[in-house]
């Protein structure tokens, strides 16, 4: 098993460009999740999916899309980027949503916006 | 709103030191914890949860939690640290029952281990 996947890994945008972030998983889970990582604020939960065809907003959702047209994928887009969104990105994704079920992590797509 | 606290923001350590990692969180029902810890330049990975039973966890490398609800808090320990152990380390709650799985993270201790 790839586990959770992420592509890419590295990305420069300029102000206003869109992009999309793709993650794959290929444990059959149902919950997915995208975070975002900034220094000294931990990771904020930008958008989820508790399954194919459902998304929901998370903490941060302003600014980005997503969607899970797909089970094991789940997509992360930006319009028009702007420099607040320079971060690190990552997707997690979850057997079920309560229980003893961890997210797993992907490695990471880190972004920078100029 | 929910939240999760953790008081050390970067801590530094001699190997063989004992470490404890200080995580609170405010939720009054049901809450599920976990700690997962950020190698540099990789993933999160799961190092230990707590979901129901004993309130003493133990995880992997030798870390271990205890859960004190009348506190609030999950805090991290390890008896002695390695120069592997430096990374980023997350306590994160899982709060309440029937949801939809949202992580509510703390904002992270960095830990340092001097050789």
């Known amino acids: 098993n790839a586990g959770v996947t992420q592509t890419p890994k590295f990305r420069v945008l300029k102000t206003g460009q869109s992009m999309t972030l793709l993650c794959a998983q290929d444990?059959?889970?149902?919950?997915m999740y995208w975070y975002r990582q900034d220094p000294g604020m931990g990771l904020r939960l930008i958008h989820y999916?508790?399954?194919?065809?459902?998304?929901a907003k998370g903490e941060v959702p302003d600014g980005y899309n997503v969607s899970r047209l797909k089970k094991q994928n789940f997509l992360l887009g930006l319009e028009s980027a702007a420099p607040s969104q320079t971060s690190v990105y990552f997707c997690?994704?979850?057997?079920?949503?309560?229980?003893?079920?961890?997210?797993?992590f992907g490695p990471g797509t880190r972004l920078t916006v100029t | 709103a929910q939240s999760v606290s953790q008081h050390n923001h970067h801590v530094i350590l001699s190997e063989a030191a004992s470490l404890e990692l200080g995580c609170n969180y405010s939720y009054g029902g049901t809450v599920n914890l976990f700690w997962y810890v950020q190698y540099p330049g990789q993933h999160l990975q799961l190092l230990l949860k707590y979901f129901s039973g004993d309130p003493l966890v133990k995880g992997i490398k030798g870390f271990e939690a205890e859960f004190i609800k009348s506190k609030f808090s999950f805090n991290l320990r390890k008896p002695s640290v390695q120069w592997s152990d430096t990374a980023e380390y997350f306590c994160?709650?899982?709060?309440?029952?029937?949801?939809?799985?949202?992580?509510?993270f703390g904002q992270g201790t960095t830990l340092q281990v001097k050789p």
């Open positions: 444990m059959n889970h149902e919950y």
């Open positions: 999916s508790v399954g194919e065809g459902t998304t």
């Open positions: 997690a994704s979850s057997y079920r949503a309560a229980g003893p079920y961890e997210q797993y």
């Open positions: 994160a709650v899982l709060a309440g029952s029937g949801n939809t799985g949202k992580l509510i």
